[in-house]
Each structure stands twice: as structure tokens, then as C-alpha cells.
T-cell receptor
Framework: DAGVIQSPRHEVTEMGQEVTLRCKPI?????LFWYRQTMMRGLELLIYFNNNVPIDDSGMPEDRFSAKMPNASFSTLKIQPSEPRDSAVYFCASSSQAGGPHEQFFGPGTRLTVL | SQQGEEDPQALSIQEGENATMNCSYK?????LQWYRQNSGRGLVHLIL?????REKHSGRLRVTLDTSKKSSSLLITASRAADTASYFCATVPMDSSYKLIFGSGTRLLVRP
């Protein structure tokens, strides 16, 4: 198995531009998570999908952030418009939640820099 | 907000020594997990311990859990330079079936 795949690995953009991050979870996993990691705030859960449905988006910072999961093998996290304070590493993780909470498998992350 | 707090924040040891990292948390949990993150990489799951377990082993890793003290420890025995990484504890709260709440992490440096 290829593991969780994220693209791009690095993104540098200017303030005000739209940014789209992509994630392909591990096949067969029914749960998908988007996290943000910064030095100041550590790892924060942004949104959680179960069976392609957003269950908990309480961690999404504001309306500039949106996430979709059109099918079981693809998810996007969009920031529009982007701001310098959005600079962080964004991780996607997937998991099989059958039978209770299990380990999560993380992708390599997308390092976003907003100038 | 972070539930887990790790101690120490940074640890430097000589190869071959044991490394112990501690984690404290605030609310009742379903399970507690430890993850490793190498610089510039994603997190890798190491071990999961359920709330009704007190100790668990996996290779050179030993995890303990004390729910009365709301604390856990991760012991890496006979450390290697390749163990150099950040280590995070993450808790799944009792009232959640999915939410992982990460601690601030311990940066471990194993000197060759």
C-alpha cells in the first residue's frame, strides 16, 4: 500500500491567492482527518470526515477554509483567500474506525508558505 | 487546545542509553497513542494503549498508563541515532470515538 498521499508537498503563494491541498487516503479507510501543525499551536485537528461526510469541522479556523470529500479516495482542503498566518504544515490522515478508535496513518504533509 | 503535555520538551542522550518521555492529560480517555515524527515528515504511529491497560511493549518500546494520575510514559531502550525524532502522545477522549488530541511533543536527540 502506498500510504496516504498528499499533494503538493510544498506550496508557496502570495497573500490573497487560493490554495488547494489534496489528499488520497489509504484504500479501505473510512475516516479522514485534516490537521495543521505550527510551532506556536502544535498539531490541530481541522476537520474530520467519516464515510465521506464531514462530522466535525469545529477546528476549521474561519470561513476562508473549506474541505470536501467527493468520494472515498479523495479529499481537498481549500483556503481562499490565503493569508500569511495560514503558513503551516498541513497533514491529512486516514483511519479505519471499525470497532472503535484506532491509529491514524499520516501523509507526508504539505508545507504551505503564504507571502 | 492541546490536552497532552509532554515532559521533557527536549532530551539529549548517548546512543545505547534509555530515553523516557512523559505525558500528562486532563480528561478521561478511551485510549492513548504515541507517535513519532522525523524532521520534515509525517507522524508515524508507534503504539496504542487502552484505558484498561497499564503497560504495553513493542520491540524496544515500553508504554505505561496510569489513569488515576492521568499520565503515560514512553520508554525507548537501547536508543539508536535513528531514534532521533519528536515524540507525541495523543489521547482519544472518552466522549469521542475519533478525536486525537496531541501533546506538544518531546524532541529526542540520540548522539552517536
Amino acid at each position: 500500500d502506498a500510504g496516504v498521499i498528499q499533494s503538493p508537498r510544498h506550496e508557496v503563494t502570495e497573500m490573497g491567492q487560493e490554495v488547494t491541498l489534496r489528499c488520497k487516503p489509504i484504500s479501505g479507510h473510512n475516516s479522514l482527518f485534516w490537521y495543521r501543525q505550527t510551532m506556536m499551536r502544535g498539531l490541530e485537528l481541522l476537520i474530520y470526515f467519516n464515510n465521506n461526510v464531514p462530522i466535525d469541522d469545529s477546528g476549521m479556523p474561519e470561513d476562508r477554509f473549506s474541505a470536501k470529500m467527493p468520494n472515498a479516495s479523495f479529499s481537498t482542503l481549500k483556503i481562499q483567500p490565503s493569508e500569511p498566518r495560514d503558513s503551516a504544515v498541513y497533514f491529512c490522515a486516514s483511519s479505519s474506525q471499525a470497532g472503535g478508535p484506532h491509529e491514524q496513518f499520516f501523509g507526508p504533509g504539505t508545507r504551505l508558505t503564504v507571502l | 487546545s492541546q490536552q497532552g503535555e509532554e515532559d521533557p520538551q527536549a532530551l539529549s542522550i548517548q546512543e545505547g542509553e534509555n530515553a523516557t518521555m512523559n505525558c500528562s492529560y486532563k480528561t478521561s480517555i478511551n485510549n492513548l497513542q504515541w507517535y513519532r515524527q522525523n524532521s520534515g515528515r509525517g507522524l508515524v504511529h508507534l503504539i496504542l494503549i487502552r484505558s484498561n491497560e497499564r503497560e504495553k511493549h513493542s520491540g524496544r518500546l515500553r508504554v505505561t498508563l496510569d489513569t488515576s494520575k492521568k499520565s503515560s510514559s514512553l520508554l525507548i531502550t537501547a536508543s539508536r541515532a535513528a531514534d532521533t525524532a519528536s515524540y507525541f502522545c495523543a489521547t482519544v477522549p472518552m466522549d469521542s470515538s475519533y478525536k486525537l488530541i496531541f501533546g506538544s511533543g518531546t524532541r529526542l536527540l540520540v548522539r552517536p
